[in-house]
T-cell receptor, first 112, second 113 residues
């Protein structure tokens, strides 16, 4: 199936830990994104990569570090997790502005 | 700057009722406009889109028309079903910068049998 897949789907961890979320797309898209969705469903862009190059880096704590080993993968590493990092994180990809995004199914991160 | 404003929810309707979810936008030039749907526990799925003024996007009985004069892209469905219960997001892709989409805050729709 062609899709954007991210793992894990659920992640429960303690404060202070370091964790990673992986994302892969097999759509051949050039641009990939990380979004954070809070408990009120508000979506906030965090990062965007185009062909492995960082093009959007919103105001995000530097504990969050994206890595794109190739244009099909965009991973998110989070250091020193805090309670406020609890949210659903979505990976997405796109090719043109008229096609829209294709989203992954999300990773629900819970920091305890 | 570019932005999207959509009506606050939740919206609660009975099955077979008519649905309208309002969306207005602010953008320079002619953005592309989208509606996404998020079912409980899932990611966002593209529902429909329109890329130029007066275009009508449609899918699964939902429709939205790109109105440049009112800068609106309201979502409508003539007869909702319980299975339409979800959160709906309006979004725009600015002309000249497709790398950043702007999403509305989402409108939760509850459809009762």
């Amino acid at each position: 199936d062609t899709a954007v897949s991210q793992t894990p789907k659920y992640l429960v961890t303690q404060m202070g830990n370091d964790k990673s979320i992986k994302c892969e797309q097999n759509l051949g898209h050039d641009t990939m994104y990380w979004y954070k969705q809070d408990s009120k469903k508000f979506l906030k862009i965090m990062f965007s990569y185009n062909n492995k190059e960082l093009i959007i880096n919103e105001t995000v704590p530097n504990r969050f570090s994206p890595k794109s080993p190739d244009k099909a993968h965009l991973n998110l590493h989070i250091n020193s997790l805090e309670l406020g990092d609890s949210a659903v994180y979505f990976c997405a990809s796109s090719q043109t502005r008229t096609d829209g995004y294709t989203f992954g199914s999300g990773t629900r991160l819970t920091v305890v | 700057g570019d932005s999207v404003t959509q009506m606050e929810g939740p919206v609660t309707l009975s099955e077979e009722a008519f649905l309208t979810i309002n969306c207005t936008y602010t953008a320079t030039g002619y953005p592309s406009l989208f509606w996404y749907v998020q079912y409980p526990g899932e990611g966002l799925q593209l529902l429909l889109k329109a890329t130029k003024a007066d275009d009508k996007g449609s899918n699964k009985g939902f429709e939205a028309t790109y109105r440049k004069e009112t800068t609106s892209f309201h979502l409508e469905k003539g007869s909702v079903q319980v299975s339409d219960s979800a959160v709906y997001f309006c979004a725009l892709s600015p002309r000249g910068n497709f790398n950043k989409f702007y999403f509305g805050s989402g409108t939760k729709l509850n459809v009762k049998p």
